[in-house]
């Protein structure tokens, strides 16, 4: 092992500072006076915490009143295996559950896709019919508890619809289930498997769950738009506000032309957003989304209702942040993520687990990244007070820079027709692969220090603290022997004749709503893969997303 000389003390002893901008390349100054801080009216621009424009929170006492939901997504292997982690996140203090789906449920195939046999639970929980949504939540009283399904792509209406048949065996009124499906169909074309899920058929699928929840189901929220999963790729923590919103918008001028009033839908509907490593930046991005989207759902939509005009939002810290190298370094990373969540004021939190960039969480690290929440909560005096930064001269002069350039970027998205429009024209997926080919430039050029990767390095480790998450052998046939012996069960011609159904329902047109169809055939254990594969192919799409199989028709002939 090398050892220090006495000109390394000497660096380490006089380093200072070398970054004179944040993480996104807003330029700071040495010292924030009044004068930085652009004037403003109060009451127009900031308010008090519950006010109009939400600058400083959307409660007046924020934490005072209720902390934030702690959450720790969840999911790996069967749904017996999810549901005994889920229980003990119960134990340890969660006070809401979260669920991410496998890469197969992503897709929208089934565990017995011969392409999907080794991704079967492997990155999420396997999901393939109503017979897994059962083991998923044994013994979980769902009417009792706040759940969240982390999926967007198609497989987000077959879990709605898996849910609700859940529900019904269960004998629970769907009105009584609280939670939130993410729901974002557009981000997913670049944070997910886009061919899997076209832009048209994902925004129908999109606003049939807005328009369903609204009537059936008045304590789910219809959407949580993924700003976190945009801000991974690489982008900016202006381009995270841009993108969103202008996602956001998208969905409720499509929920609008359903049909449905903007005041009955919008109170429900949120959004899930990164904290990212730099501190500041970070509370000023979430404080200058709030402001942002209450003022475009009063001014562009012509909301009334204060709860149509308040930005809810979960937090996830920023995966993308941590790295493998030195891992417990991804402790004090997550740790101070955490705290802009709060201090920015968060509804939701989910910490990442250190081990993240190596496996999936165990127990150990999971429950670690826990106890960060709780202590945040419990120890550290920050929810004292609600938007304990407002009115810090550099925070306000972060948080107008960063609405500035954000309203310049969803200016560009409009001049490209909207959300759909950017996406399809290519120009959304040039904007994130520049972004990303310039974060990398600066990491490797040290603009940006990481400890660990390109700065104070070590020797690779042999052992990851703590364990790591190992899926046993053999997992995927397991998986997938499973589904085929749920085929081999269930009544065939109930499946059939559900299906047959389900068809006529997506060549109905496309504001037939196509959940009520998917709940009946989710009833007769038709799986994820045979009913995403109908509505497909109905509509002119390959039945499956990897060109593999045919629909069950067709095999048989």
């Known amino acids: 092992m090398s050892r220090a000389s006495g000109d390394d003390f000497e660096r380490a002893y006089r380093a200072a500072a070398i970054a004179a901008e944040t993480w996104s390349g807003l330029p700071c100054r040495e010292v924030y006076r009044p004068e930085d801080a652009v004037a403003r009216d109060y009451a127009r621009d900031l308010a008090d915490p ?30 017996r295996d999810t549901n005994e982690r889920m229980r003990y996140q119960l134990a340890q203090g ?63 209406i077959a879990w709605m619809a898996l849910y609700n048949a859940l529900a019904e065996r269960r004998g629970i009124d769907k009105a009584a289930l609280r939670g939130t499906v993410q729901n974002d169909t557009l981000h997913f074309q670049f944070c997910g498997y886009g061919d899997s899920c076209p832009v048209d058929l994902g925004l129908r699928t999109s606003v049939d769950i807005i328009e369903y929840c609204t009537q059936h189901m008045p304590l789910w929220h219809t959407g949580n738009v993924n700003l976190y999963d945009f801000r991974e790729t690489g982008i900016d923590a202006a381009q995270e506000i841009a993108f969103g919103l202008a996602c956001a918008k998208e969905y409720t001028k499509r929920a609008i032309s359903r049909g449905l009033a ?16 730099d501190l500041f930046e970070e509370v000023a991005k979430l404080r200058a989304a709030r402001r942002m ?62 081990d993240e960039p190596i496996g999936l969480p165990t127990e150990v690290s999971q429950t670690l990244a826990l106890r960060t929440q709780q202590i945040l909560a419990s120890e550290t005096g920050v929810t004292r007070v609600a938007d304990p930064l ?37 120009w959304v997926q040039a904007e994130i692969d520049r972004a990303l080919l310039q974060r990398e430039d600066e990491i490797a050029a040290g603009k940006k220090t990481i400890v660990g990767v390109n700065a104070y390095r070590q020797p690779q480790e042999e052992a990851t603290p ?23 069960q269930r009544d065939g011609r109930a499946v059939a004749r559900a299906l047959a159904n389900l068809r006529e329902a997506a060549l109905a047109g496309p504001h037939h709503n196509l959940l009520p169809a998917l709940v009946q055939a989710a009833t007769t254990y038709a799986t994820i893969g045979e009913m995403l594969g109908t509505v497909r192919s109905a509509l002119g799409y390959p039945y499956d997303p990897l060109g593999v199989l045919q629909p069950a028709s067709e095999r048989a002939a």
């Open 466 to 488: 703590g364990g790591l998450h190992v899926v046993p052998p053999g997992q995927g046939e397991r998986l997938a022997a499973a589904v085929k012996n749920l085929r081999a």
């Open 293 to 354: 989207w209450a003022r475009i759902m009063r001014e562009e939509f012509g909301a009334r209702d204060p709860r149509s005009l308040q930005f809810r939002f979960g937090v996830h810290t920023a995966g993308a942040s941590l790295q493998a190298p030195q891992p417990l370094n991804n402790i004090v990373r997550v740790a101070y993520e955490a705290l802009a969540a709060v201090l920015a004021g968060a509804q939701s939190i989910h910490c990442c687990s250190y």
């Open 262 to 277: 903007v005041d009955a839908f919008a109170p429900r509907r949120s959004f899930y957003c990164s904290a990212h490593i």
């Open 390 to 426: 407002g009115g810090s001269w550099y925070v306000e002069s972060l948080t107008d820079a960063l609405e500035t350039r954000a309203l310049e970027i969803m200016k560009e998205i409009t001049e490209h027709g909207g959300m759909a429009e950017a996406i399809r024209s290519g």
């Open 94 to 156: 969660v006070s809401g559950l979260s669920v991410i789906n496998d890469n197969n449920g992503s897709l929208g195939i089934d565990a017995d896709h011969p392409l999907g046999l080794h991704d079967a639970g492997v990155q999420g929980v396997s999901v393939s019919s109503l017979a897994d949504m059962e083991e998923l939540f044994a013994a979980i009283p769902i009417e009792k508890l706040s759940i969240a399904f982390d999926l967007s792509g198609l497989d987000a």
């Open 50 to 79: 519950g006010e109009f424009p939400y600058t400083r929170g959307i409660h007046p006492n924020m934490y005072r009143g209720r902390l934030w939901t702690k959450r720790e997504v969840c999911g790996f292997g069967s749904g």
